[in-house]
């Protein structure tokens, strides 16, 4: 019997791959959080300045750049530190105004926060943007514990870092509520801001030192949060000290 040497064998047919549709990093919609970019990266400073500002740092302040090009982070710091350079040698007292104008811009985003906060809990903070209360991974506890006792034990701090969730997208801080005598964690992700009230933490107090699991005055506050009365906790001492 003949062979048809023609006929189609499997090795022959060429292999079907499926396409499958891939987002490269450029296609992606940048995230506001962490974009290193210096398209109107000035917008959010304050319209008016201290008096006897210096004129050449509100001039190079209030000046935008719609240039959307990825700038390296080394290079702004090297270019704030020769312009900090620049005007402490020209003005005597540029430290003192430096330390105002941070001031003033302290107490502005704080301001920010708790308006957002009078938003939200005229809701019942049902209008929260995510809807999700992330959780911070056990690894970032030990940090956490750190900054809530600073937080709680210094009157002069109003808002913390905690730590960071999703990939380093989340960040987790907390605020003092003066006016309700309360205390309020906030996300902040993909340009939104969650709200909510603060509850537990001893997991993460327990990981910064689990003797103060059996600290009295820990305890009473856990227990009492969101509520706190903005008097200052005890600085832990010895072993427990920060």
């Known amino acids: 019997m003949s062979q048809d040497n023609n006929l189609p064998c499997a090795s022959s047919q060429p292999t079907v791959v499926p396409t499958i549709p891939v987002t490269t990093a450029a296609e992606l919609n940048p995230v506001p959080l962490f974009q290193f970019s210096n398209k109107d990266y000035l917008s959010d400073y304050p319209e008016e300045f ?61 301001k920010s926060i708790l308006d957002e906060i009078d938003k939200k809990y005229n809701s019942g903070f049902k209008d929260n943007s995510l809807q999700i209360h992330a959780q911070l ?66 997991s993460y107090l327990e990981a910064y030192d689990p003797k103060l699991l059996h600290n009295e005055q820990w305890i009473n506050l856990n227990m009492s949060l969101p509520a706190y009365n903005m008097i200052p906790l005890d600085k832990l001492k010895g072993p427990e000290s920060v």
Request: with cysteine.
């Open 50 to 110: 201290p008096q006897d500002f210096p004129a050449e740092l509100k001039e190079l302040l209030t000046k935008k750049k719609p240039d959307p090009l990825l700038i390296d982070p080394d290079d702004v710091y090297n270019n704030n530190l020769a312009l900090e350079t620049m005007m402490a040698e020209n003005h005597d007292d540029w430290e003192k105004k430096k330390k105002e104008y941070e001031i003033q811009q302290d107490k502005s985003y704080v």
């Open 137 to 202: 991974s056990y690894s970032k506890f030990w940090n956490a514990g750190l900054n809530i006792i600073e937080f709680f034990t210094n009157d002069d701090i109003e808002t913390v870092w905690l730590g960071n969730s999703s990939n380093d997208m989340r960040s987790h801080c907390i605020i003092k509520d003066r006016s309700r005598n309360m205390v309020f964690e906030y996300h902040n992700a993909y340009g939104q801001m969650d709200i909510f009230p603060l509850s537990g933490i001893m």
